[in-house]
């Protein structure tokens, strides 16, 4: 069974940035579509963010031109670089593949307040 540890996440002011982090503990981490998503108190979890494993990016529009993901196949790490954050994109962050896999990790929360 695949887990999912997240870790980055805080309290930050709204225009901050952040840095997400999760490993993933498969042997197949580098063959494998990854994504970041998030839940916000009262809403379903959507998918923010998605790494290929040929690397390519996408993006919910919501997002777009304030975050990037990334990955470190040698490391089984994705990354969510959140830049120019907004009360809205407080949440619970996490990651898993695309599509994910039956079991999630604890997740970080992130919380954009003044």
């Known amino acids: 069974q695949v887990q999912l540890v997240e870790s980055g996440g805080g309290l930050v002011q709204p225009g901050g940035s952040l840095t997400l982090s999760c490993v993933a503990s498969t042997s197949i981490f580098s063959i494998v579509d990854m994504g970041w998503y998030r839940q916000a108190p009262g809403k379903q979890l959507d998918v923010v963010a998605v790494?290929?494993?040929?690397?390519?990016?996408n993006y919910t529009n919501s997002v777009k031109g304030r975050f990037t993901i990334s990955r470190n196949n040698a490391k089984n790490t994705v990354y969510l670089q959140m830049n120019s954050l907004k009360p809205e994109d407080t949440a619970v962050y996490y990651c898993n593949a695309r599509p994910p896999y039956d079991n999630w990790g604890q997740g970080t929360q992130v919380t954009v307040s003044s």
């Open positions: 790494i290929t494993r040929g690397y390519t990016t």
